[in-house]
């Protein structure tokens, strides 16, 4: 008996689930309503978003949360400490973990390795998640993969099937996965950046021993993973990793040294979204008006302290649901002729006059809506009076505003806390409104400077706020217009966006998939781009410097072959970036067509030896030649004199015969101002000879 | 206490059994745990913890039942306790339905010491009475199924699986299953039927009305029944209602005596929430497609119960025996007291 009571605790201990929630977002999309609350606290459907988090950790069975609160923690803090998660009741532990100093996700997650406080698997949980799934599936599967092998599967990521035209598929979650079928085992993990629309795979993924390859455009990241302990010390080792992306990137390069392994969980019936940006708010809203989070409905929501309900009747004053998705607070009133339409829900003391229509929106606590209003799509938080009159569509309304009478307000607004609108005024559609005049930059301080008087013309005799970078935003050169910078894309929009840009520019790029052409080093596309720039960059800078400073070919070698290392390029890159800087060096120095071989050969006597070091094989005197013939299609000079070049490389040895007899007779398809066949006909003469030369010897022979 | 409360809102229950088992055992608790002096202040206590738990879940019917109950029994077990004949206390009975204020006169501040006792023993046997009541309305199947006799059931309920198993073991006979969509809980009752043997067809909702034509009998399970005799019945009864009138089959419908309620469905109202149950529409139409551009604006419902009108019933079979829907009233008059009828 007494061995058994001993044995008891530390199974226990063992089954404990626990869950990092990470209640801040650590950007700016909801910037400036983010300036005075934190997003976690934004009412979805009149429910703080945390709420929603903390609810749905503890139906999935998670005995303790620690909230990581950064900034505006001591609202988050105040909020738990009241919520019936701080209840001796609760069915699981709750402690904020406040701290400014952390900016990142993967700051977060250092933190969490300093104090080690987790001995088994743990989950990473983003704060604004809204979901009914059941994590007790994908934790099984977790566990008995650590099972099988003690180190290699290091997490594993929740992630949802959706449709790629999906509405709660935005162009900032934009994911393709590469993913092992048998064993979910993730091989390549790409996010699409806003310009992209190609992917490159690496080809070694496609090479493992019997593996079969799933690539999924299908799914979305929740942002939820079940983590071993060792991941944060991964964040530890690795001080650069900000996001939980990186991490996934970095493992997966580093697969071969370190045997780490991700693993995907892939959810495909329960609901799970985050509210990342003003347009997953909306859906967000809407899913939850249209149950897809059920149980967690607008109706079966206890937020509100026990204690409180205890000794009031708050029990009583719940929503009631009508037809058509529409929840009415037991406790608001409708005024006569007013209609409120499908996917509809108004709060607990908010009244509404007379003839006004509300449909698809959210009206929170103890509003005043006046007569005759029109509001779809919106989001109207406490506290605020609409005056009779108003139009509002698809805007966002935030605590304690006051719109005057006969204001319209169209598609994507924001009218942040306690400002006021009005009267008879037209805003914009996309305008911002905040009370204080805060610019981009000083999100972190706390000067306000409030010197400026209101912006009045704008918005009305009795406005109160200014216009928010309003005017600034269309600077910045983004083609999407303002309302939809701050609203974020789906990605239905995003990509209509997209093809019409494509078709602007002759659209010649295909969407997807086009797969890297065999170097095994690109393990990671995206910043290969960046890297390659720079690497031209510095790698031109250093022969240019090399010919005015006359230094050795040998050094210059070296200090190539450095840059090389530092952002992992491969021979091909090399060759290709010293051929073209070479021309681009030869091109800049001379505006005159006639002197411009002498120029060249000069630059290319100075760099003979250098040449002959990189283009020993013939693969490398191919790309050489290759990219000569790319660089000649765009620049006349080079076109005019790619003979002579061609002949001074074949002369120095440094291009052999039958590599300039296999690039003549296999043209690939390059493109520019010239075609490939005009290049052909320049250098035809010098072709033959080295045909008939050819010959001689064969003969002599 | 309040983890009670939280697995309600959040519908953590299996079926409306298991509801009423957790409601009892919690009224049962709140009875053994907290203090009070006589009866009044229990029924007092019992009256408000039942208006928290009601609220927290109104379309689940079964937990107001039981607190009804649990308040009838401290009555009976305080009169039984001061000796007072059974007849004085059901004497008025009739006339007390109609002139419920009359009878408020009634004092229960008596200080009775073994009340408490008492009081839980009679919770205990309503607690055994609630355990056997499936087993006692699947005793009385031999009268009601014949040989060769083709019944039809929707969905998937435990009280007629265990009826139409008890019927098997003497009788042969045929069943048709209508699955009832989008659940598919019918085909779950198919399996379970054909591994006992007993020769199953399963067909789709849709069929219904073709082939009522040759069904002997209806039997259905039931949510609650309200107090006009009417179901509050899964999605689909009020179809199979309809058809088996149309063919004059009679439908026979099983529930245990805690799902009598004294709502009618007027009360109820337009208010979808406390009559009706909206699941996620996920089952319906997967949340991959329906949020697809093409389906942009499409409103998709998954609404769980169906109302289904007393004259369309035929029988109501509980643990106590066949009853008319007509005569729910009187059932009902017997189970609550009539002081109860708002909490």
């Excluded at chain 1, 060249?600 to 013939?618: E, Q, R, T």
């Excluded at chain 2, 077990?77 to 006339?95: C, D």
Aim: charged letters at 25%.
């Amino acid at each position: 008996m007494s061995n058994k009571r001993k044995k008891e605790p530390t199974i226990k201990q063992e089954n404990i689930l626990e869950a990092v929630v990470i209640a801040d977002s650590f950007n700016k999309r909801f910037y400036p309503v983010t300036a005075e609350r934190p997003r976690c606290l934004f009412p979805v459907a009149n429910q703080p978003l945390i709420s929603y988090t903390l609810e749905f950790l503890s139906i999935c069975g998670v005995k303790h949360i620690y909230v990581y609160a950064c900034h505006c923690y001591d609202q988050v803090k105040r909020y738990v400490q009241q919520s019936k998660w701080a209840n001796a009741g609760s069915p699981c532990t709750v402690t904020v973990v406040c701290s400014q100093s952390l900016t990142s996700v993967g700051d977060v997650l250092r933190e969490v390795d300093q104090k080690t406080l987790f001995k088994t698997d743990f989950l990473v949980v983003p704060g604004d998640v809204v979901s009914n799934m059941q994590l007790a599936t994908s934790l099984k599967e977790h566990r008995a993969r650590r099972e099988k092998d003690k180190n290699a599967p290091l997490m594993t990521l929740v992630l949802r099937t959706s449709s790629p035209t999906h509405r709660s598929r935005t162009a900032e979650d934009d994911i393709v996965l590469a993913l092992d079928q048998s064993t979910n085992r993730v091989l390549h993990y790409h996010r699409f950046l806003k310009t992209q629309s190609k992917v490159n795979f690496p080809l070694s993924i496609f090479q493992g021993p019997g593996s079969r390859v799933e690539l999924r455009y299908d799914l979305i990241d929740t942002g939820i993973s079940v983590c071993s302990p060792q991941v944060p010390q991964l964040f530890t080792d690795n001080f650069d990793y900000q996001t939980q992306y990186d991490l996934v990137k970095g493992v997966l390069i580093n697969e071969e040294f370190l045997g780490n392994q991700i693993h995907a969980h892939i959810e495909k019936s329960r609901y799970c979204s985050r509210v990342y940006n003003f347009h997953s708010y909306d859906v967000v809203s809407h899913d939850i008006l249209s149950r897809w989070s059920h149980p967690f409905v607008p109706e079966n929501t206890i937020d509100e302290p026990i204690e409180n309900c205890k000794s009031g009747d708050c029990f009583f004053e719940s929503y009631s649901l009508l037809r058509h998705n529409v929840y009415l607070h037991n406790t608001c009133t409708l005024g006569q002729n007013s209609v409120v339409l499908d996917c509809s829900l108004i709060g607990r003391g908010t009244r509404i006059g007379k003839r006004c229509k509300i449909s698809n929106s959210v009206v929170g606590n103890n509003c005043h809506i006046h007569d005759d209003c029109i509001i779809d799509g919106s989001y109207i938080w406490d506290n605020s009076t609409i005056g009779s009159n108003c139009k509002i569509s698809k805007s966002f309304i935030c605590d304690g505003v006051q719109v005057h009478d006969g204001v319209i307000v169209h598609q994507g607004s924001v009218l942040c806390d306690m400002v006021h609108v009005g009267p008879k005024v037209d805003l914009d559609s996309g305008s911002v409104v905040h009370l204080s005049t805060l610019s981009n930059d000083d999100f972190d301080s706390d000067e306000l400077q409030e010197t400026r008087p209101y912006d009045i013309g704008e918005l009305g005799d009795e406005g109160r706020g200014y216009l928010w970078g309003g005017h600034e935003g269309s600077e910045s050169g983004s083609d999407a217009p303002l309302v939809m910078q701050m609203w974020g894309l789906s990605l239905q929009e995003h990509n209509k966006l997209k093809q019409d840009q494509l078709d602007d520019h002759d659209g010649s790029e295909s969407e997807l998939s086009s797969l890297a052409s065999g170097d095994e080093e690109n393990n990671d596309p995206i910043i290969l781009d960046d890297d390659l720039s720079t690497f031209q960059k510095e790698v031109k800078e250093s022969l240019c410097g090399g010919i005015e400073e006359n230094i050795q070919c040998d050094n210059l070698v070296l200090e190539i072959n450095s840059s090389k290392y530092a952002y992992n390029m491969s021979v091909k890159d090399v060759v290709q970036t010293v051929t073209r800087s070479l021309l681009e060096i030869a091109t800049d120095r001379t505006s005159n067509n006639a002197h411009y071989f002498s120029t060249v050969k000069k630059i290319l006597a100075h760099y003979i030896p250098l040449l002959l070091n990189y283009n020993k094989h013939g693969s490398s005197q191919l790309d050489c030649i290759y990219t000569l013939e790319e660089f000649a299609l765009n620049s006349e000079p080079t076109l005019n004199c790619l003979v002579k070049i061609l002949m001074y490389l074949y002369e120095s040895d440094v291009l052999s015969e039958e590599v300039i007899l296999h690039w003549n007779s296999n043209p690939r398809k390059l493109t520019g101002i010239f075609s490939t066949e005009e290049v052909r006909n320049k250098v035809e003469k010098f072709i033959e000879w080295l045909e008939e030369a050819e010959e001689e010897d064969s003969d002599d022979a | 206490m309040e983890q009670f409360l939280l697995d309600l809102k959040q519908e953590k229950f299996n079926g409306s059994y298991d509801l009423a088992y957790k409601t009892i055992n919690h009224l049962r608790k709140v009875i053994s745990q907290t203090r009070w002096a006589h009866a009044q202040e229990l029924m007092n206590t019992i009256r408000k913890e039942g208006k928290q738990i009601v609220a927290a879940q109104p379309s689940e019917y079964v937990v107001g039942n039981i607190v009804r109950r649990v308040l009838k029994i401290i009555r009976e077990e305080y009169v039984r306790l001061l000796g007072e004949s059974e007849e004085s206390a059901n004497k008025e009975s009739l006339h007390q339905m109609f002139t419920p204020g009359d009878y408020d006169g009634e004092d229960h501040t008596k200080l009775l010491k073994e009340l408490k006792t008492t009081v839980i023993e009679a919770v205990n046997e309503y607690i055994e009475e609630m355990e056997a009541s499936i087993h006692n309305i699947s005793a009385q199947a031999i009268e009601h199924i014949h040989s060769n006799e083709v019944i039809l059931t929707l969905g998937k309920s435990r009280t007629v699986e265990a009826f139409l198993k008890q019927a098997a073991k003497k009788r042969k006979f045929h069943v048709i299953v209508v699955e009832g969509a989008p659940l598919y809980h019918g085909h779950e009752l198919a399996k379970s039927l054909a591994s006992k043997g007993i020769e199953t067809t399963v067909i789709t909702d849709t069929a219904i009305f073709a082939i009522m034509s040759r069904v002997n009998k209806v039997i259905i399970g039931t949510h609650s029944v309200l107090a006009n005799g009417g179901l509050k019945a899964v999605n689909g009864a009020h179809m199979v209602a309809l058809a088996a009138a149309h063919h004059a089959v009679p439908l026979i419908v099983l529930g245990a005596m805690f799902k009598l309620c004294l709502l009618h469905h007027s009360d109820i109202g337009g208010s979808e929430a406390t009559f009706n149950r909206l699941a996620s529409p996920q089952e319906v139409l997967g949340y991959y497609d329906a949020g697809s551009e093409e389906m942009t604006g499409v409103q998709i419902y998954n609404p769980t119960f169906d109302y289904v009108p007393p004259e369309l019933v035929t029988l109501f079979i509980s643990n106590i025996g066949g009853n008319a829907p007509s005569y729910m009233y009187r059932l009902l008059s017997e189970l609550y007291h009539p002081d109860d009828h708002v909490l």
